[in-house]
C-alpha cells in the first residue's frame, strides 16, 4: 500500500499497527511531501555538514494545470473567513507535513519538542473563470508553513507557497518563493549546503506524474520489505529500480 504525506512513528497508536501488520503479513510506506523528494534532498545535503543547526524547505507550486476538484478541495476562490472556517480536507493534508519534519529531525538528530503550524491567505488580483470561478480578493495563493520546533525554534520547516497562477497574485507574493527550480533546499549548518530541484516536463505531461513514478518504483522494495509501517526513512533513498539482493 502506498499512502502520502506521513511519518507513522508519530502516532501514538503505532505499536499497535505494526502488530496488526506483522500478524497480517502487511507493509505500509507513505512517499512523503509531493513528489516524496525533498526530505532525500535534505538528507543528501546534510551529508556535507559537520553540524546541522535546522532545515528550510521552501516550495513554489502552480495549480492552474490541476483538476477543478483539487482546486476546491484546497481552499481556490474562497474568501479568508471562510478558509479559515475549513475543517479537513486541505487542512488535514498540511496538519501531515509536521510529520515530514519530525521524520527530518529525527534523522539529523536535531531535538525537537513542539510544532507549529500557519498559513497566509492571497488574494486574487483579478477574476479567473476556466476550471472554477476564482473572483477577484478570493483566494489565489497560500503559504503554509509547519515546523518541527524546539524551546520555540524552528529546527525543521517546509513552506508550501501554492498559488493558481503567477499573473493571479502579487510580485510581493513572489518575491520569496525559490529562486530557482521548483524546490529550495536550504540545511543551515556548518558549512551550510543549499540544494535547488524542478520538474520540467511538456505541457500535456502532469508534472504530478512524478509522485505517482516515485511510488511505483517503491513497490519492490516495499514488497521485499519485513511486515510494518515504514517510513521513507526504511527504504534506499536511490530510485529503487532493482530491489537489493
Same mark, same amino acid.
Given at each position: ?22 500478524? /497480517? ?9 509531493? *513528489? ?31 483538476? *477543478? %476538484? ?46 507549529? #503550524? ?11 473563470? !476556466? &476550471? ?8 489565489? /495563493?497560500? %503559504? ?9 525554534? *524552528? ?28 524546490? !529550495?533546499?536550504?540545511?543551515? /549548518? ?16 502532469? &508534472? ?7 511510488? %511505483?518504483?517503491?513497490?519492490?522494495? %516495499? ?5 510494518? #509501517? ?16
Amino acid at each position: 500500500s502506498i499512502m502520502s504525506g506521513w511519518n507513522p512513528r508519530r502516532y501514538e497508536c503505532f505499536p499497535d499497527i505494526v502488530d496488526a501488520c506483522a500478524e /497480517g503479513g502487511s507493509s505500509l510506506f507513505g512517499t512523503g511531501l509531493n *513528489p516524496g523528494l525533498s526530505y532525500e534532498l535534505a538528507l543528501l545535503g546534510s551529508s556535507i555538514c559537520h553540524e546541522v543547526e535546522s532545515v528550510y524547505i521552501s516550495t513554489c507550486e502552480r495549480q492552474s494545470t490541476l483538476s *477543478p %476538484v483539487f482546486l476546491e478541495k484546497f481552499g481556490f476562490g474562497r474568501t479568508e473567513e471562510e478558509l479559515a472556517r475549513t475543517e479537513g480536507g486541505a487542512r488535514a493534508i498540511f496538519d501531515n507535513l509536521l510529520q515530514i519534519t519530525d521524520l527530518i529531525c529525527r534523522e539529523l538528530g536535531l531535538a525537537h519538542d513542539g510544532n507549529e #503550524l500557519t498559513h497566509e491567505y492571497e488574494p486574487a488580483t483579478r477574476d479567473y473563470d !476556466e &476550471k472554477i470561478l476564482i473572483r477577484k480578493g478570493t483566494m489565489a /495563493g497560500l %503559504v503554509v508553513k509547519a515546523s518541527s520546533t524546539h524551546g520555540g525554534v *524552528p529546527k525543521a520547516t517546509i513552506e508550501l507557497r501554492f498559488l493558481l497562477g503567477t499573473d493571479y497574485v502579487s510580485q510581493e507574493f513572489l518575491a520569496d518563493a525559490p529562486k530557482q527550480g521548483w524546490i !529550495e533546499v536550504d540545511v543551515r /549548518g556548518t558549512p551550510g549546503s543549499r540544494l535547488t530541484h524542478e520538474i520540467y516536463a511538456d505541457e500535456k505531461v502532469v &508534472k504530478t506524474r512524478s509522485t505517482g513514478t516515485k511510488a %511505483v518504483n517503491a513497490i519492490p522494495f %516495499v514488497c521485499a520489505a519485513a511486515p510494518g #509501517l515504514l517510513s521513507p526513512l526504511d527504504l534506499p533513498l536511490p530510485r529503487m529500480l532493482k530491489p537489493q539482493a
